[in-house]
């Protein structure tokens, strides 16, 4: 038995730290880009209200809810949650964009990253801020190297100076190309986290997947399994950058899609390379937007693309537009309502030990509560009937969620 123990001391070890399952904290269904410079602290508020009027102007929630496709039997359910929730969360995670959406200002960026983090700490001080926001900085290739890296330590600077880092900061690493350059940003973390006295592991970051070298290394491997170990405990998420990728392999402008062949094969090395590490996966965004004589027509194509994220395994995406804001909850409510009455009805046989139709392990059992939890944490599903139709109430669905086996 020793002899075994000792053999697989190592397999152990890796299973514990490297694949840790998801702690089960909230994923925002999406993450809003906007020029950094156009912040200000009323600009989530902003955006929901002209969503509600861009609803308002296709003949109210319930009609754009069947223009895009939703079952009639599921409108009356899911049309005031949505609206609701353009009135009190419209943006659940935001990111002050210092990169593509932003551009080269040379000089002028070091007051930008100043007012940004001024900004951001009033807007969490006053409660307007979003759950998660933060900043996506320029890349770590040589050109722009230097710039991204003062502006990052002006905007986390800033905000330990105006109070503190918010619970919810989110800082995003652009265009990646190979594994040195996250393990710089793990070091530059790091760094700041001591300068700051800030405890270990504070400052965490998601990478955006927007280059084929780090999908497939010049060595024949994928060097997106090799970042959970290059970074331990850094990394948040992988984003999926829908313009970028496709256009680094030469796909025509009208054919770049998050549907494309090589986007779904990007995104599924993304799902295995990081499955069980407890980093999350996001899909990108689609540049066509409900605005003019085709606004029906991109409604019903975000809305599609939503869906067919979801139905993937991609719980997050981008949104570019309050336009799209309608469609993203639409969908993603009716994906989660959809679904309910039946993974409800299977976790309470489940928990009751009964004999029912479908007999479900355990790690079925996980991937049912983390079903229901993610459609509560969005606002899908209320806690009052998750504790009516299972019996028990969010921290117990929690608890069943978490997948505290790699293998079972």
Not at 53 to 77: F, Y
Not at 160 to 173: C, K, Q, Y
Not at 349 to 354: M, T
Request: charged letters at 20%; one cysteine or more; hydrophobic letters at 45%.
């Amino acid at each position: 038995m020793l002899r075994i123990e000792n053999r697989l001391a190592a397999t152990d070890e890796l299973l514990e730290s490297a694949y840790p399952g998801d702690s089960g904290a909230r994923q925002p269904v999406h993450t809003v880009y906007v020029p950094a410079d156009r912040f200000t602290p009323a600009l989530a508020a902003e955006w929901g209200a002209q969503a509600l009027a861009a609803v308002e102007s296709a003949g109210g929630m319930a009609r754009l809810a069947e223009l895009i496709g939703i079952s009639p039997s599921l409108i009356d359910s899911i049309a005031d949650r949505v609206a609701a929730k353009l009135r009190a969360e419209p943006i659940e995670d935001l990111r002050l964009d210092f990169e593509d959406g932003y551009g080269d200002r040379g000089p002028v960026e070091d007051a930008d990253a100043v007012q940004a983090a001024a900004l951001v700490s009033a807007a969490v001080t006053a409660g307007t801020a979003p759950p998660f926001i933060g900043i996506r900085f320029k890349c770590f290739e040589k050109p722009t190297r230097a710039r991204a890296l003062r502006t990052l330590d002006l905007f986390v600077g800033g905000l330990i100076d105006a109070g503190g880092l918010p619970e919810g900061l989110v800082l995003t690493l652009p265009k990646v190309t190979t594994v040195a350059q996250v393990e710089a940003m793990a070091d530059v973390a790091e760094t700041l986290e001591k300068a700051h006295g800030l405890a270990p592991g504070r400052i965490r970051f998601e990478v955006q997947v927007e280059t084929p070298q780090l999908v497939l290394g010049p060595d024949g491997r994928s060097p997106l399994a090799q970042l959970p170990l290059a970074a331990p405990g850094r990394i948040s998420g992988l984003h999926y950058g829908t313009y970028d990728y496709s256009a680094s392999l030469g796909i025509a402008a009208q054919c770049q899609s998050m549907e494309h062949p090589v986007a779904d094969l990007a995104k599924e090395i993304m799902q295995l390379a990081v499955a069980g590490t407890g980093i999350r996966v996001s899909d990108g965004s689609t540049n066509i937007l409900p605005l003019g004589e085709r606004a029906e027509e991109a409604w019903q194509l975000h809305a599609r693309l939503v869906r067919r994220s979801l139905e993937r395994g991609f719980y997050q995406g981008w949104d570019l537009h309050p336009h799209q804001l309608p469609t993203r909850y639409l969908a993603t409510y009716a994906f989660y309502r959809e679904g309910y009455p039946e993974a409800a009805s299977r976790l309470r046989v489940y928990l009751e030990q009964a004999t029912g139709a479908v007999l479900d392990e355990p790690a079925t059992a996980r991937a049912l509560a983390w079903f229901v939890l993610r459609g509560a944490q969005c606002g899908a599903i209320d806690g009052d009937e998750i504790f009516a139709d299972i019996g028990i109430d969010i921290d117990g669905l929690t608890a069943l969620a978490h997948p505290r086996l790699v293998h079972v």
